[in-house]
């Protein structure tokens, strides 16, 4: 019995590895067809790169909601792209509001604010009614019991927000100084998508702060190594859990109005679906429950989606651009296959009987 065991894992491993040559071969030959083919210029590259780190910097926001609360509870908070998708679209109206009143064009950075704190109070709001209503009762519960709750949670906010605001699309008014490019070099980069890195990365910035040298996240990543323990030293257990979701809260609505910034069209209530599976994907990607494996796994996920068909495929498939969700989706099958701690998750040891 022993020896058949480890056949079959001497032909899983040996599978996986040339799984892994083929698709290093596949990537490699279509890049270097690609590059040969000068169908792209060096201008075209720069602004695809530019792009993906404005789209993959959205889904870090996003994704941190993710591997903050898995860092506390293990587990994935699956409604987490409704809680996006209720501060983006609440925020609307308001954005709607100081544009129709001109309170946009003649004080854009005070507009601006009052979106974003819409947002963030909104979706802040849901976050802690999700822990609160759904997942507390639950704490102690097998695993598989809270996933289940939060994909019922998810489809309970999208039809809330539907009987709310409606089924038709929406988009935010466009702010008149984001509308121009800056030249770098040959490539025009547009305004708002630095704007958009920016802010991501400020809020990013001061998340790990918040994390690393705060009171209340050495709390924290005391509860996520040992809650027992954390109580008996005095740690408000439900308090850290409640702050971890309404910090994931206020990151995914800041995270509503740069995407509303950056595209401004098709706010709708179905629009957290496919961002808050691509931040999953990006946590994963880069070690779920590390928060600076969050943050380079949308970033990464961004660039991938942004290059990858293009790089890969662009001399052999038209529109290849086209095909981004396929790659996110792809890139999180390859990344649970062949590395499931993450770019900068801990491979944990098996324990020895």
Known sequence: MVRRYLERVYWVDLILDLLRILIIAVAIIGATLTLLSGKYTASQWISLAVS????????????LGYT?????????????????????????????????????????????????????????????????VAYRPLRGAPRLVPLITAI?????????????????????????????TIQVGDASIPIVQLVVFFLAVVLMLGLNWLVSYSKIGKAMRAVSEDKEVSALMGIDIDKVIV???????????AAGVINGLYRPQ??????????????FTA??????????????GGLF?????????????????PGANQLKDVFAFVMLV????????GILGERLSEKKA
């Open 266 to 279: 098709g706010v709708w209530f179905y629009m957290g679906f496919y961002p808050g599976i691509k931040a």
């Open 68 to 132: 903050l609360v898995y860092g506390i509870l293990l587990m994935i908070n699956f409604a987490h792209g409704e809680v996006y998708m209720a501060g983006a679209f609440t925020a609307f109206f308001m954005a709607d509001f100081t544009a129709k009143r001109g309170w946009l064009a003649s004080n854009p950075i005070l507009s601006i604010l009052s979106w974003f704190l819409v947002a963030a109070v909104t979706s802040m709001l849901v976050a802690i009614l999700l822990e609160r």
């Open 334 to 341: 390859l990344v649970l296959i062949f590395r499931p701690q």
């Open 301 to 317: 996920l961004g660039i991938i989606e942004s290059v990858g068909p293009n790089l890969i495929l662009g001399s052999l498939v």
């Open 52 to 63: 993906g780190l404005a789209q993959g910097s959205i889904y870090a926001l996003i994704a």
């Open 152 to 180: 019922g949670a998810s489809f309970f906010l999208q039809y809330t927000f539907r009987g709310l605001y409606g089924s038709g699309f929406h988009s935010y008014p466009q702010v008149p100084g984001l509308q121009g």
């Open 243 to 253: 702050f971890t979701f309404a910090i994931g809260g206020i990151l995914a609505g």
């Open 283 to 296: 946590a994963v990607l880069g070690g779920i429950g590390s928060v600076p494996g969050a943050m380079l």
